[in-house]
């Protein structure tokens, strides 16, 4: 029998690029729902799945990483209900995502900017000492693997937020053209039953 999760998260989860990677690991997972951030600096997730599914994509959403830090996970469980067909990111208004987009971007580029200069250091590092020119370029191949590596992972998460970003503004976009649609139609009415109201009008005192 599938089950929904509803989970209410605490920490360092907003402008940090938490809700593309809960969504990454959901679709990794097959589970279904969605996550949203709420007022209150917290993030909201609703799943549903199998239970065992549920019990390790919780696990999987309390990331303790450079630039999120999951605090806190309240839980409450429930029967699902069938109705999300995958799992998304709710979002806001556009102004309020750019924001959150440009505050998790510029996190990472910040952090970019130590690496970069980490990697420098190490290759002036093995110029300081000739001697041990030999332990240095081992030292520096290290840190140039977990260095380039920690690179790759940022570029993956910065990709994710602008794609997330660009989403949220199509999302936005469709909406605003629904609505000038509805409002296109309501005047339409109104005028056609202005219309209506003047030739009854003219009709009665005629007669």
């Known amino acids: 029998m599938k089950l929904r999760y509803t989970i209410r998260i ?5 402008s940090a690029g938490y809700r593309a990677a809960v969504q990454r690991i959901a679709r990794g997972m097959k589970v279904t729902g969605y996550v949203e951030n709420l007022e209150d600096s917290e993030v909201k997730v609703v799943a549903e799945g199998e239970k065992a599914a549920l019990e390790d994509f919780r696990k999987a959403i309390r990331i303790r990483a450079e630039h999120i830090r999951v605090e806190g996970m309240r839980t409450r469980k429930g029967k699902a209900t069938g109705e999300f067909k995958g799992f998304r990111v709710n979002v806001t208004d556009i102004a309020s ?8 971007a510029e996190k990472y580029f910040s952090s970019l900017g130590g690496d970069v200069k980490a990697l420098g250091g190490d290759v002036r590092a093995v110029g300081g000492d000739v001697r041990a020119v030999g332990q240095k370029v081992d030292t520096l191949t290290e840190h140039t693997d977990a260095h380039f590596a920690s690179l790759e992972e940022k570029y993956h998460m910065i990709s994710e937020i602008l794609r997330s970003m660009n989403e949220s503004s199509q999302i936005m976009q469709r909406e605003f053209i629904r609505t000038r649609e509805e409002l296109s139609r309501v005047v339409d009415s109104l005028v056609t039953l202005v219309r209506e109201g003047r030739g009854g009008k003219e009709a009665r005192d005629v007669a």
């Open 10 to 14: 605490t920490g360092d989860v907003q």
């Open 97 to 104: 995502e750019m924001f959150q987009g440009y505050a998790t």
